[in-house]
């Protein structure tokens, strides 16, 4: 005992004169720059072992100190202090193949949804097959601006409101690959002017104008300059006839011709579903359109209304704009002149006819009022209207039709009222709606 005592004694003041410690093999080889050095080729290093409630008991532990954490499975460090400890992850947690680990405000945890296989990312998906594979809904950043701004990279999508003013885009040169989708939203139909950088054009042009309300752009910068991807909401081709009714059916039509006038017409109304049986029969009322207006919605006769005037001649949305003047804020009376009437809602080789055309037909009655109107090779129908408050007034009661003619800043239309004899030609604002009948070129 005597001596195993004194050798034990020799060994500490040894390792205290040499501040360095080995265990393990060759013990007299120790590297100059460990203080403890483990040497093993079949062992290893085993840290004290417990869960996260005893670790968390541990009285005061010192910064650095260094468990094996059974409950996580991982070895963790004290990286606070003694009176404040925080033990973290040592130690990367397992995940599976590809996928990328997810830090919960404490640790790495391996439930992230984004993988990586050297190749492609995946968001949602373990198996990406293109560069980036999103699996699940994506968001996008919206602005909403009401002044004139130069945009960023805080900018995605770009909502313009209360115009009119530019909206100036970033270098091109510098943004390549860059999209921005820009959409006016003033209800006043305002301008919002997109400039591009300096010099650089879109799609040509130093500028591009969104005009309308709800009109869009898609634009990309290919590092020199921008271009249009895509473009909605924009100003409608006055040439393309719509043949869509209200309900989804389709219009069709078969001409008549009245021997006398020697005038070939439509032989329905503009959205009808049938020739008129009656004064009275709803499948044959059709459309109310507003003077001037494009077959855009507005003429559906349950539209909802909107008493924000337009600023163009298309005002891009399915409103009716009833007041006692005009839906447009200043007036515009060659939309409906002719077939080549800027507006027209007529197919291809018809158009609205002239006061007088329609007035024409009238004089060959054989009475002045909806049984006349009826009676007629163009059996028209009373079907109604909508006036400066925008409610429709009750289809049997009253029959109106469009004619091309302007008088005094009023539009003139045909005139019939049921049980009475007064059909004739009056005068009407272009906010009023009534029916529209074509006639061939």
Same mark, same amino acid.
């Given at each position: 005992?005597?001596?195993?005592?004194?050798?034990? +004694?020799?060994?500490?003041?040894?390792?205290?004169?040499?501040?360095?410690?080995?265990?393990?093999?060759?013990?007299?080889? +120790?590297?100059?720059?460990?203080?403890?050095?483990?040497?093993?080729?079949?062992?290893?290093?085993?840290?004290?072992?417990?869960?996260?409630?005893? /670790?968390?008991?541990?009285?005061?532990?010192?910064?650095?100190?260094?468990?094996?954490?059974?409950?996580?499975?991982?070895?963790?460090?004290?990286?606070?202090?003694? @009176?404040?400890?925080?033990?973290?992850?040592?130690?990367?947690?397992?995940?599976? @193949?590809?996928?990328?680990?997810?830090?919960?405000?404490?640790?790495? +945890?391996?439930?992230?949804?984004?993988?990586?296989?050297?190749?492609?990312?995946?968001?949602?998906?373990?198996?990406?097959?293109?560069?980036?594979?999103?699996?699940?809904?994506?968001?996008?950043?919206?602005?909403?601006?009401?002044?004139?701004?130069?945009?960023?990279?805080?900018?995605?999508?770009?909502?313009?409101?209360?115009?009119?003013?530019?909206?100036?885009?970033?270098?091109? @040169? @510098?943004?390549? %690959?860059?999209?921005?989708?820009?959409?006016?939203?003033?209800?006043?139909?305002?301008?919002?002017?997109?400039?591009?950088?300096?010099?650089?054009?879109?799609?040509?042009?130093?500028?591009?104008?969104?005009?309308?309300?709800?009109?869009?752009?898609?634009?990309?910068?290919?590092?020199?300059?921008?271009?249009?991807?895509?473009?909605?909401?924009?100003?409608?081709?006055?040439?393309?006839?719509?043949?869509?009714? =209200?309900?989804?059916?389709?219009?069709?039509?078969?001409?008549?011709?009245?021997?006398?006038?020697?005038?070939?017409?439509?032989?329905?109304?503009?959205?009808?579903?049938?020739?008129?049986?009656?004064?009275?029969?709803?499948?044959?009322?059709?459309?109310?359109?507003?003077?001037?207006?494009?077959?855009?919605?507005?003429?559906?006769?349950?539209?909802?209304?909107?008493?924000?005037?337009?600023?163009?001649?298309?005002?891009?949305?399915?409103?009716?704009?009833?007041?006692?003047?005009?839906? /447009?804020?200043?007036?515009?009376?060659?939309?409906?002149?002719?077939?080549?009437?800027?507006?027209?809602?007529?197919?291809?080789?018809?158009?609205?006819?002239?006061?007088?055309?329609?007035?024409?037909?009238?004089?060959?009655?054989?009475?002045?009022?909806?049984?006349?109107?009826?009676?007629?090779?163009?059996?028209?129908?009373?079907?109604?209207?909508?006036?400066?408050?925008?409610?429709?007034?009750?289809?049997?009661?009253?029959?109106?039709?469009?004619?091309?003619?302007?008088?005094? %800043?009023?539009?003139?239309?045909?005139?019939?009222?049921? %049980?009475?004899?007064?059909?004739?030609?009056?005068?009407?604002?272009?906010?009023?709606?009534?029916?529209?009948? =074509?006639?061939?070129?």
């Amino acid at each position: 005992m005597r001596i195993t005592f004194i050798l034990t +004694i020799a060994l500490l003041i040894s390792m205290s004169a040499n501040a360095q410690v080995k265990v393990g093999n060759n013990p007299t080889i +120790i590297n100059a720059s460990a203080a403890l050095e483990i040497e093993s080729t079949t062992k290893g290093f085993l840290l004290p072992r417990m869960t996260s409630t005893e /670790r968390s008991a541990i009285s005061s532990p010192a910064t650095g100190l260094l468990i094996f954490n059974t409950t996580t499975s991982s070895i963790e460090v004290n990286v606070g202090t003694p @009176s404040l400890p925080s033990w973290q992850m040592a130690t990367l947690p397992a995940g599976t @193949s590809g996928q990328t680990l997810r830090h919960n405000g404490t640790n790495w +945890i391996a439930n992230s949804n984004l993988f990586n296989n050297g190749t492609n990312v995946g968001i949602g998906t373990s198996t990406p097959a293109s560069t980036i594979d999103i699996q699940g809904s994506l968001g996008y950043k919206v602005n909403t601006i009401t002044a004139a701004t130069t945009l960023s990279q805080i900018h995605n999508v770009v909502l313009c409101n209360t115009g009119p003013y530019t909206v100036t885009l970033p270098a091109a @040169s @510098s943004n390549a %690959g860059k999209v921005y989708y820009i959409k006016n939203i003033d209800a006043d139909g305002d301008d919002i002017t997109i400039d591009g950088n300096a010099s650089e054009t879109i799609d040509g042009a130093l500028t591009f104008l969104l005009d309308p309300y709800k009109h869009a752009t898609r634009i990309v910068s290919d590092g020199a300059n921008w271009h249009v991807l895509e473009e909605a909401g924009q100003i409608i081709n006055p040439s393309s006839f719509n043949q869509f009714n =209200c309900d989804g059916s389709i219009f069709t039509w078969s001409d008549v011709t009245n021997s006398t006038t020697g005038k070939t017409w439509m032989d329905r109304n503009l959205g009808a579903k049938q020739v008129a049986t009656s004064s009275t029969d709803a499948n044959s009322y059709g459309d109310l359109y507003q003077w001037g207006r494009l077959k855009d919605g507005h003429q559906c006769r349950n539209s909802i209304t909107t008493s924000t005037l337009s600023k163009n001649d298309v005002p891009i949305h399915a409103k009716l704009i009833p007041n006692n003047s005009n839906w /447009r804020s200043t007036s515009n009376f060659n939309l409906w002149q002719g077939i080549n009437g800027i507006n027209n809602p007529c197919p291809s080789g018809y158009r609205l006819p002239t006061e007088t055309e329609l007035n024409n037909e009238r004089l060959t009655w054989s009475n002045q009022d909806h049984q006349g109107a009826i009676a007629s090779v163009l059996k028209l129908p009373a079907a109604g209207k909508r006036e400066s408050d925008g409610v429709l007034y009750v289809a049997y009661y009253t029959g109106g039709y469009w004619s091309s003619t302007v008088s005094s %800043g009023n539009t003139r239309y045909l005139s019939f009222y049921v %049980g009475t004899n007064s059909a004739s030609m009056r005068n009407d604002p272009p906010s009023f709606a009534y029916s529209v009948r =074509c006639i061939k070129d």
